[in-house]
């Protein structure tokens, strides 16, 4: 079974703070995503990766970057928390066609206060 | 781009009962139709997928029905039982990766026993 893998599952932390979430998944896929999940807005895509160093911005990417150093591995980071970026966060990663089944995550709940 | 809308937000149904949630899509050129279950506490996981070429699509208890002329995707659960309690998000995709993968905005379905 295809494992992704958020280090991170509750994290509170402060404004003006950097953070650091981090994603492993363990099938070469070469595609990951960072999501963010708010009630009654689904699931909006922040950034995502299609190889390694590559990076795309996704629908609000605004406040985040990613960095993807290795294949298996891609992280979030928020450079300066606020509040407004307290959510769920989902990491997911695809194999590159489309039909694949995309693999969540079980979430990284960040709370700024 | 692509909006995909979910109705409705929350359901509940007696167990035993059917279950449906209805997606509606924009792009026209939209071809791939996923369903995701999240489990309190968990990532979405793939529950079932249908394609543009192919207007229904049954595994079990769930089934996807989708009515490309009206840009209209439904899920289908039969016979529900209390485990069938999550969040459903459907989504669609236009293109070749799952870059362009947009979900809609979560459905809470509470089986009653």
């Known amino acids: 079974d295809v494992k992704v893998t958020q280090s991170s599952r509750y994290l509170v932390k402060r404004t003006g703070e950097k953070v650091f979430l981090e994603c492993v998944q363990d099938?070469?896929?070469?595609?990951m995503f960072w999501y963010r999940q708010d009630p009654g807005l689904g699931l909006r895509l922040i950034y995502f990766s299609y190889d390694v160093k590559m990076k795309e911005k996704g629908d609000i990417p605004e406040g985040y970057s990613v960095s993807r150093e290795k294949k298996e591995r891609f992280s979030l980071i928020l450079e300066s928390a606020s509040t407004n970026q307290t959510s769920m966060y989902l990491c997911?990663?695809?194999?590159?066609?489309?039909?694949?089944?995309?693999?969540f995550g079980e979430g990284s709940w960040l709370t700024v206060v | 781009g692509e909006n995909v809308e979910q109705h409705p937000s929350t359901l509940s149904v007696q167990e035993g009962d059917s279950a449906v949630i209805k997606c509606t899509y924009s792009d026209s050129a939209s071809n791939y139709f996923p369903w995701y279950k999240q489990e309190l506490g968990k990532g979405p996981q793939l529950i079932i997928d249908?394609?543009?070429?192919?207007g229904e699509k049954k595994d079990q208890r769930i089934a996807v029905t989708l009515n490309k002329t009206a840009k209209h995707f439904s899920l289908h659960i039969t016979e529900t039982q209390p485990e069938d309690s999550a969040v459903y998000f459907c989504?669609?995709?236009?293109?070749?990766?799952?870059?362009?993968?947009?979900f809609g905005s979560g459905t809470q379905l509470t089986v009653l026993p």
């Open positions: 997911a990663s695809h194999a590159g066609q489309t039909g694949n089944t995309i693999y």
């Open positions: 249908i394609r543009s070429n192919v």
């Open positions: 099938m070469d896929h070469e595609n």
């Open positions: 989504a669609a995709t236009a293109s070749g990766s799952a870059r362009q993968l947009t």
